[in-house]
């Protein structure tokens, strides 16, 4: 399998199916918002997006399986699977804050060998494949360099659902607040992880995040020399639907701080 230029094309469906996303938000109506539980939207956009990338990844890999967030189809390949968000950052695109983006993986064997983010309305393609380094629009990145909680910026997501962990959550922001340089809260978890990646943030957690929100954006933080984690410093970020993702100089210390909250 040549991955590089796997990687080539996943990255012209990305944008072709951005292209669409973008067109779309110039006149979305608030009317075609669906809901699919308490604060989890959703509206024809994802789904025509998903159709789109489902059917172009397709001819990539005949008989892979998809993993999607909207399941306009989901199936197990026998070695090979996609793993895509046509659209996270939903509820950005539907108040019309334009952050939100296109997350492609593919796994082999269940392991990761490509990552696509595509943040659309900035046109920035984060990307990485098993061989290679992580880019962003052909540039190589790598994650930051700091070494001191103190002297980092974070990125986060606040629970909108399931609120059960909503009282720790809120304890432990009240200290990451006070040892850091400010944390972000953007609203696409796959964008997060793509400015970690390219050392705009230097860590990055959530919960209740799924493999469609996190499976790229978490390769491409590896490939770029960071650490992707739970929040017990564990590799199982996917099961236990917990995400901290860093630059891998200040894991201890974010840790440290997490297990007060998070048993």
Known sequence: MNYELLCTKVIAIARLTGNFIRKESMNF?????EFKGLNDLVSYVDKKAEEQLVYNLSKLIPGAGFITEEETV???GESFDWIIDPLDGTTNFIHGIPTYSISIALYENNVPVLGVVYEINRAEMFYSYKGGAAYLNNKEIRVSGR????????ATGFPYYEFEKQEAYMRLFSEMMRRCHG?????SAAVDLAYVACGRFDAFFEYNLNAYDVAGGA????Q??????NFSGGEE???KREILATNALVNEEILQTMKKYFK
């Open 29 to 33: 109506d608030v009317k075609n918002i």
């Open 74 to 76: 989901n199936s197990k």
């Open 147 to 154: 070494d001191r909680l103190s002297d980092c910026l974070l």
């Open 183 to 187: 944390l972000r809260r953007i609203g």
């Open 219 to 222: 390769y491409i933080v590896q």
């Open 224 to 229: 770029a020399g960071g650490n992707i984690l």
């Open 237 to 239: 970020f996917i099961q």
